[in-house]
C-alpha cells in the first residue's frame, strides 16, 4: 500500500502561484511515476502531468504547459507541482496519483485526497 498526502491548495487571485506537494507513505520502495490530475465541479478528472522515478521523462496537458511544472524529491517520497499564471480556469480539486504507466498512459491505483485549488478573476 502506498498512501498520498496533497497539501498546499488555497484561494488565489488570477495570475499568481501555488506550490501543491503530494508526500508518500508506506510501500513507496517501488520506482513509481508519480501524476497531477484535477477535478473541476460538474466535470471528469483530467491528467495534468506526470514525472518519471528519475525525473528525465516528463509530460504535461497543453493547458499547462508553460506554467506548471512537475518535480520530485525522491529523498523525500515528494512531488511537486509548481503552478504560475494560474487562470480561473485551473480551479479544481487537484489529486496525487501513484503509478502512472507510461506504456498504457494510465494512472496507478494509488490516489491521494485531492487538495483545493481556487483561482479567482
Known amino acids: 500500500q502506498v498512501q498520498l498526502v496533497e497539501s498546499g491548495g488555497g484561494l488565489v487571485q488570477a495570475g499568481g502561484s501555488l506550490r501543491l506537494s503530494c508526500a508518500a507513505s508506506?510501500?513507496?520502495?517501488?520506482?513509481?511515476?508519480m501524476a497531477w490530475f484535477r477535478q473541476a465541479p460538474g466535470k471528469e478528472r483530467e491528467f495534468v502531468a506526470v514525472?518519471?522515478?528519475?525525473?528525465?521523462?516528463?509530460y504535461s496537458q497543453d493547458s499547462v504547459k508553460g506554467r506548471f511544472t512537475i518535480s520530485r524529491d525522491n529523498a523525500k517520497n515528494t512531488v511537486y507541482l509548481q503552478m504560475n499564471s494560474l487562470k480561473p480556469e485551473d480551479t479544481a480539486v487537484y489529486y496525487c496519483?501513484?503509478?502512472?504507466?507510461?506504456?498504457?498512459?494510465?494512472?496507478?491505483?494509488?490516489w491521494g485526497q485531492g487538495t483545493q485549488v481556487t483561482v479567482s478573476s
Open positions: 496519483n501513484a503509478g502512472w504507466s507510461y506504456s498504457a498512459s494510465s494512472p496507478g491505483g494509488y
Open positions: 508506506g510501500r513507496t520502495g517501488g520506482r513509481n511515476a
Open positions: 514525472i518519471n522515478w528519475s525525473g528525465s521523462i516528463v
